[in-house]
């Protein structure tokens, strides 16, 4: 029996992600517009048909560059369990990576808030561990309502300590 329950991932950073490279996009789209415009009125013969190629190519830049952000976005999975979290880390080809890490390894949580994340209240929640003698750091990264996924990490190392 599976009782891991997903740990909720902001959408707020991948909008904003999707937002500038819209805007990037339609910046570059208009910079190579008045480039082609500037080189027709040098040029003699009728570079409408090249034009439109560039632009079409832009274009397909731009969403491929949107699908890519949403895919690697998607891509990560964060759950908990009573004694472990689990991070899973897909592929575009459909392998999926499994990173156990048990709760009771952590040696201290501490929120990574921007301005954004604060405003929008989602955060990194970074756990520090130690595994034989050697320090990790585990970043689940754009976590929403982190104040609140600590809170019930803490409570749950709190239980296994108690054991």
Same mark, same amino acid.
């Given at each position: 029996?599976?009782?891991?329950?997903?740990?909720?991932?902001?959408?707020?950073?991948? =909008?904003?992600?999707?937002?500038?490279?819209?805007? @990037?996009?339609?910046?570059?789209?208009?910079?190579?517009?008045?480039?082609?415009?500037? %080189?027709?009125?040098?040029?003699?013969?009728?570079?409408?048909?090249?034009?439109?190629?560039?632009? /079409?190519?832009? /274009?397909?830049?731009?969403?491929?560059?949107?699908?890519?952000?949403?895919?690697?976005?998607?891509? @990560?999975?964060?759950?908990?369990? =009573?004694?472990? @979290? =689990?991070? =899973?880390?897909?592929?575009?080809?459909?392998?999926?990576?499994?990173?156990?890490?048990?709760?009771?390894?952590?040696?201290?949580?501490?929120?990574?808030?921007?301005?954004?994340?604060?405003?929008?209240?989602?955060?990194?929640?970074? /756990?520090?561990?130690?595994?034989?003698?050697?320090?990790?750091?585990? %970043?689940?990264?754009?976590?929403?309502?982190?104040?609140?996924? @600590?809170?019930?990490?803490?409570?749950?190392?709190?239980?296994?300590?108690?054991?």
């Amino acid at each position: 029996m599976n009782n891991d329950l997903p740990i909720a991932k902001s959408s707020v950073p991948l =909008t904003v992600q999707m937002i500038v490279i819209a805007v @990037i996009g339609s910046a570059l789209f208009l910079l190579v517009s008045r480039i082609l415009r500037a %080189i027709g009125d040098f040029v003699s013969f009728d570079a409408s048909s090249l034009g439109n190629l560039v632009r /079409l190519l832009v /274009l397909l830049l731009v969403v491929l560059a949107i699908l890519s952000a949403y895919a690697n976005a998607k891509k @990560i999975k964060y759950s908990i369990s =009573t004694t472990a @979290i =689990t991070v =899973t880390v897909g592929s575009y080809v459909g392998q999926k990576q499994k990173h156990i890490h048990s709760i009771a390894a952590f040696t201290s949580i501490v929120l990574d808030q921007s301005p954004l994340g604060a405003r929008y209240n989602y955060g990194n929640i970074v /756990l520090n561990m130690d595994r034989l003698g050697s320090s990790e750091k585990i %970043i689940l990264k754009n976590i929403d309502n982190p104040d609140v996924v @600590i809170k019930d990490i803490r409570s749950k190392i709190t239980s296994i300590n108690k054991k």
